[in-house]
């Protein structure tokens, strides 16, 4: 609890305060009742100890004007006029107790305690959550019976939190709550206590830090749901039943085969002489995005002949009709192939456990990811089969937007492809490298070349991971969330506190 003794007595003063903080409690010392009214203007205590014959203002004036004004702080008055009637004028003037002078220390913490059973500081005896308990009468804190030893500062942290189990603290709010007003302590020596605090409940049993960090506002104890929640939550890769990939296939099977479509216009006319270049540069953004859907619903050949059409199209400006006889039999062969894809034939990616540095991060709080690529399709199934895995998709089929996407939704893991028409994915990459905000950003490519001289260069640039295309959703999948718990992981151990989750370098400047 956060106590204010008023006490001019020095000796006095300093008894308690010894007595009381050995009992966890954070005490704030002043001499003169003034200076109490102007304190309590600014902080919120939970018992005031306040002594009758005070100087500027006395402890029953003191008393009257804080109820006048609505302040119902529990207050024990200490006097060293031991009589009936200054009791009655205390009581009367709003204290809920009175001990004379001389008055034994067992005494006072016994009428301490008292309040505290009545509901003069707390609604509760006992504070829990989950097997957690906090015994306020003896400063007892154990969790499933098994005691937890923690410094005075860290079980006043930990009972401000249990008695106000919905509120979101500050670390100034943190600050004002647990530290005395005459020495506040800088923010990271708040942040060192609650490491502490959550060290020492992690080695004492507790699967979950009861104490959660809330993204740019400050801590709060979290709530049963979250708690059952995560006790509940099992983070696997997905089994991505046939059935499943049938749904999302039937959704993208009549844009895909209008795709095959307008390959088939363009080799009609290249046949006749009659391909303009408008036509032929769709076609080749067509064939570009068919290599990546045909891959993701298992068609290797499929996504192979599209991938062939794209780099005849890319090809000189001159196309003789040999080559467009060829690309000719190739779209036809990608029309049978798209025909006759079978998806009972992809295998089911067997489930697959992530790690617990993963599984822990995951159950609080949603991967977001950045997805940028041309083919809607390949988006939307993207962003289908990562859904069920906590993370938070966010799809961009234009490039030229890239940057509004970034700033606006900031997420931790961005998947970028070589190739786009309005700007490519190398320079893009480049431009986040270069970027004093986001140059740290994990980057994954998708391509379909194995060119060795490419992939060198995506890694030049800082890609953090490079996948050929095709690739089945689910292996995606799979890829996608070991790019994201490694990370998390380098996260955690390079940018910000494990147990604070309070970032310390570069990544303040997002903040």
């Known amino acids: 609890m956060k106590i204010l003794v008023v006490e001019d007595n020095q000796i006095t003063a300093e008894l308690l305060t010894e007595v009381l903080s050995s009992q966890h409690h954070n005490i704030d010392v002043v001499v003169d009742g003034e200076a109490a009214w102007n304190v309590l203007l600014s902080f919120n205590y939970d018992l005031i100890i306040l002594d009758v014959m005070l100087p500027k203002l006395d402890g029953i004036s003191l008393c009257r004007r804080l109820r006048s004004q609505g302040n119902y702080t529990p207050i024990i008055l200490l006097t060293a006029h031991n009589n009936s009637t200054n ?123 009861p104490i959660e960090s809330i993204y740019g506002m400050g801590y709060r104890l979290r709530s049963k749901e979250k708690l059952e929640q995560f006790e509940n939550f099992q983070l696997k890769i997905p089994k991505v039943k046939t059935d499943s990939i049938q749904k999302i296939w039937q959704r993208g099977k009549e844009k895909t085969g209008q795709r095959i479509t307008l390959l088939e216009e363009a080799t009609t006319q290249l046949l006749r002489n009659e391909l303009r270049r408008k036509l032929r540069v769709k076609a080749e953004q067509e064939a570009h995005k068919l290599v990546g859907t045909l891959g993701m619903f298992g068609s290797n050949r499929g996504s192979s002949l599209a991938h062939e059409i794209e780099i005849l199209f890319q090809g000189q400006e001159f196309i003789s009709q040999e080559q467009a006889q060829h690309l000719s039999d190739l779209v036809t062969a990608l029309r049978q192939e798209f025909e006759q894809i079978n998806l009972g034939e992809i295998q089911e990616i067997p489930q697959n456990p992530v790690s617990e ?155």
């Open 87 to 209: 009791k009655v004028t205390g009581l009367d003037a709003g204290a809920d107790d009175y001990l004379a002078k001389p008055f034994d220390i067992n005494e006072l913490l016994a009428r301490i305690r008292a309040l505290m059973r009545r509901g003069g500081l707390t609604s509760r005896p006992i504070l829990e959550w989950s097997f957690l308990r906090l015994d306020p009468s003896s400063c007892a804190v154990t969790w499933q019976e098994q005691p937890v030893h923690l410094t005075p500062k860290e079980y006043a942290l930990l009972e401000l939190f249990l008695r106000n189990q919905q509120r979101i603290f500050s670390c100034g709010a943190l600050i004002e709550n647990v530290w005395s007003f005459e020495e506040p302590p800088t923010e990271d020596t708040v942040r060192s206590h609650l490491k502490g605090l959550r060290m020492k409940l992690r080695s004492s049993g507790v699967p979950k830090d």
């Open 357 to 511: 540095e993963l599984q822990s991060v995951l159950r609080d709080s949603e991967a977001k990811v950045l997805i940028v690529d041309h083919d809607t399709e390949f988006l939307s199934t993207v962003a289908e089969l990562l859904t069920p895995c906590n993370c938070r998709v966010y799809t961009l089929d234009n490039p030229l937007h890239f940057w509004d996407i970034l700033a606006a939704e900031q997420p931790e893991l961005i998947v970028l492809n070589v190739e786009y028409t309005e700007i490519s994915g190398i320079e893009l990459c480049q431009l986040l490298r270069n970027h004093p905000l986001w140059n740290s950003l994990p980057v994954l490519f998708l391509g379909n070349t194995t060119d060795a001289e490419t992939i060198h260069q995506v890694f030049a640039i800082g890609a953090d991971d490079y996948i050929n295309l095709p690739i089945i959703g689910p292996e995606l999948v799979t890829r996608i969330l070991k790019s994201l718990e490694r990370t998390r992981l380098l996260s955690s151990l390079g940018k910000s506190d494990v147990f604070t989750a309070v970032t310390n370098q570069s990544q303040n400047e997002l903040q």
